[in-house]
């Protein structure tokens, strides 16, 4: 557990890790072991077509999880990998003739959220997003992905909230494998009283997160003007629906605070920030 800046307690979780039990190299006590003794408070084990329940791994608190997929190579053929989060029970699927919607739909009969994951290395369309109904989020930083030079999904992602769709927004390493990257990058800083399925569910509806790969950061909007705060950060970048803006881009040593002036005809901000070592931060929209 942490307390941020403000004095909020804050979990860190990792939520999209495989095992053993699919195409992951460590078991799934070795992966609890890695990422304990890496910081976080929790992690979901998301083994492809495998349901992972809540419990506890090497004094690890695990959350429950499983990633599903249509699709393999061709993107324009439709790949969607979604990811099942805190869910009561398994989603009741099956693997042959399964679709992306019946499978948002399934993890929400069983209680869970329903994550598009790494949609720019899937190269999720904003067509082909809105087509379907039912994501409660998506994830904006994959570590793996670095692999394909498709971590960074900000692009499209500003492309979904052109169309209305602004969704909470994580980062998630998609562990497979020590050859990929030596030590757990990215995570979510939660605000929740505790870990309870319930609990989660709610703070990532209602965005109370952020997403990262080092950095603190906090956004929010007072009066005609967005405010962020965050640890000692290189830049900040604000970005929204205007191609055009002043005060978008903040650059500099040690940079804790900036406001930026909300213009007529905007709809949508966002902001992240990068330190020094090259680690960013990722804010949720805050629509307008």
């Known amino acids: 557990m942490f307390v941020d800046m403000f004095g909020k307690k804050r979990f860190k979780l990792g939520l999209h890790q495989h095992s053993s039990l699919s195409d992951g190299k460590l078991s799934p006590e070795e992966l609890a ?3 304990r003794d890496n910081g976080y408070d929790a992690i979901a084990i998301t083994d492809h077509w495998y349901f992972y329940p809540e419990g506890e791994l090497a004094g690890l608190p695990i959350l429950s999880g499983g990633e599903y ?5 061709d993107a324009g053929e439709g790949v969607f990998h979604i990811l099942c989060l805190f869910a009561d029970r398994a989603p009741v699927l099956e693997r042959e003739g399964a679709t992306a919607q019946g499978i948002i739909d399934a993890i929400h009969d069983a209680g869970g959220l329903a994550v598009l994951a790494h949609p720019a290395w899937s ?3 904003t067509e082909s997003v809105k087509a379907l109904s039912g994501f409660d989020a998506t994830e904006i930083y994959n570590t793996v992905s670095q692999n394909t030079r498709r971590a960074d999904a900000s692009v499209l992602i500003d492309h979904y909230a052109l169309n209305g769709m602004c969704f909470p927004l994580l980062a998630a390493d998609d ?7 030596p030590r757990p990058v990215s995570f979510v800083m ?3 009283e505790d870990l309870s399925a319930p609990a989660l569910r709610a703070a990532i509806r209602e965005k109370r997160f952020y997403a990262s790969t080092g950095p603190e950061i906090h956004l929010k909007r007072e009066g005609n003007t967005v405010v962020l705060d965050c640890s000692p950060a290189a830049e900040i970048v604000f970005e929204s629906n205007l191609v055009l803006s002043p005060n978008r881009i903040a650059v500099g040593e040690g940079l804790t605070h900036a406001v930026y002036p909300l213009n007529e005809n905007e709809r949508f901000v966002r902001a992240f920030v990068t330190d020094a070592e090259g680690r960013q931060a990722f804010s949720n929209f805050i629509e307008i």
Do not use: D, P
């Open 33 to 35: 072991t890695l990422y």
């Open 123 to 125: 190269m999720n369309t």
């Open 175 to 181: 562990f497979h494998s020590l050859a990929h990257f």
């Open 190 to 192: 939660v605000e929740s």
């Open 69 to 73: 997929h249509v699709g393999f190579r």
